[in-house]
């Protein structure tokens, strides 16, 4: 089955879906992403994803294209055209066609979308079970790293990296020699007293929806959450380790460099939180499949 993409109001075969060679996207990475997890049919926490859009296009002075209700019916069907009920949904809105100049151009050029839909087949059961290791990176990205922007070579450099030395993810650590998020994943420790700690909202990090929903959830039954900054050395000596994103959920971290967390193998807590996650998950794709019946 052919899949199906969304581009500036018309649904296409996946091959066939292209944008115009000066959008500003191409040319300058002038635009703003999001992934949304898709179980059962039904968007995770799409309100807050739809939050995150309109605040990135806000930050960078691009228009919604559409109202909020409008785009929740393009993913909704894209997802049924591609036919599949456990996956993610793409989003890219770009500041739109014009004339290849730096500045803004004209306010009526029209922003450019662009939405894909694909499934995703489950976390394998050995990163579940043995967790991940990670490596560190000096991180040099721009300073506006809550903007979900496609300007992402910084993080294509150090996921790259992190390849070549057989890991999944790299830590970035900023000047200071503080961990601020992975590649493309928000990074979390469990310290010594057994709470979670992970970086707070700030410019230096995308505030993740997993991470979001992970704290709202850990809160909730009674875990002690810090938001706060952690050294690489703390990390090293951490109890537990993971990292959360909308495509690696809850994942065990269990090597950071050279040095391997407790005994190598995923902690008790993260095993509890990833299954907290996912029961969430479930739920929200139950009552939402519920809801749209």
Same mark, same amino acid.
């Given at each position: 089955?052919?899949?199906?993409?969304?581009?500036?109001?018309?649904?296409?075969?996946?091959?066939?879906?292209?944008?115009?060679?000066?959008?500003?996207?191409?040319?300058?990475?002038? /635009?703003?992403?999001?992934?949304?997890?898709?179980?059962?049919?039904?968007?995770?926490?799409?309100?807050?994803?739809? /939050?995150?859009?309109?605040?990135?296009?806000?930050?960078?002075?691009?228009?919604?294209?559409?109202?909020?209700?409008?785009?929740?019916?393009?993913?909704?069907?894209t997802v049924r055209?591609?036919?599949?009920?456990?996956?993610?949904?793409?989003?890219?809105?770009?500041?739109?066609?014009?004339?290849?100049?730096?500045?803004?151009?004209?306010?009526?050029?029209?922003?450019?979308?662009?939405?894909?839909?694909?499934?995703?087949?489950?976390?394998?059961?050995?990163?579940?079970?043995?967790?991940?290791?990670?490596?560190?990176?000096?991180?040099?990205?721009?300073?506006?790293?809550?903007?979900?922007?496609?300007?992402?070579?910084?993080?294509?450099?150090?996921?790259?990296?992190?390849?070549?030395?057989?890991?999944?993810?790299?830590?970035?650590?900023? /000047?200071?020699?503080?961990?601020?998020?992975?590649?493309?994943?928000?990074?979390?420790?469990?310290?010594?007293?057994?709470?979670?700690?992970?970086?707070?909202?700030?410019?230096?990090?995308?505030?993740g929806i997993t991470?979001?929903?992970?704290?709202?959830?850990?809160?909730?039954?009674?875990?002690?959450?810090?938001?706060?900054?952690?050294?690489?050395?703390?990390?090293?000596?951490a109890r537990e380790?993971?990292?959360?994103?909308?495509?690696?959920?809850?994942?065990?971290?269990?090597?950071?460099?050279?040095?391997?967390?407790?005994?190598?193998?995923?902690?008790?807590?993260?095993?509890?939180?990833?299954?907290?996650?996912?029961?969430?998950?479930?739920?929200?794709?139950?009552?939402?499949?519920?809801?749209?019946?």
């Amino acid at each position: 089955m052919s899949r199906i993409a969304y581009v500036n109001g018309r649904y296409l075969p996946h091959g066939a879906a292209s944008v115009h060679v000066e959008d500003r996207g191409y040319q300058f990475a002038d /635009g703003v992403y999001e992934v949304i997890a898709v179980r059962g049919g039904v968007l995770i926490d799409g309100d807050w994803h739809m /939050g995150r859009l309109q605040r990135s296009l806000s930050e960078l002075q691009i228009r919604m294209p559409m109202s909020p209700a409008a785009l929740n019916v393009i993913f909704r069907e894209t997802v049924r055209r591609n036919r599949f009920k456990d996956g993610i949904v793409y989003i890219q809105i770009s500041r739109g066609v014009a004339r290849r100049d730096h500045p803004f151009p004209n306010p009526e050029v029209r922003p450019a979308v662009v939405v894909t839909a694909r499934r995703t087949p489950p976390q394998s059961a050995k990163v579940i079970e043995e967790g991940i290791a990670v490596i560190t990176q000096p991180d040099i990205r721009w300073e506006r790293c809550d903007i979900k922007a496609i300007a992402l070579l910084p993080n294509v450099l150090v996921k790259q990296a992190a390849r070549e030395q057989g890991a999944v993810e790299a830590w970035q650590v900023d /000047g200071d020699g503080f961990v601020t998020e992975g590649g493309s994943t928000n990074a979390w420790i469990i310290n010594a007293d057994g709470h979670l700690v992970t970086r707070p909202v700030e410019n230096a990090i995308l505030n993740g929806i997993t991470r979001r929903r992970l704290i709202a959830l850990a809160k909730s039954h009674g875990l002690k959450v810090e938001e706060r900054p952690f050294s690489l050395e703390e990390a090293k000596s951490a109890r537990e380790a993971f990292l959360t994103s909308t495509t690696s959920l809850v994942t065990a971290v269990v090597k950071i460099d050279d040095t391997v967390l407790a005994n190598g193998r995923p902690g008790s807590k993260t095993v509890a939180l990833r299954q907290l996650y996912m029961d969430f998950m479930s739920e929200t794709a139950i009552s939402g499949a519920t809801s749209q019946v």
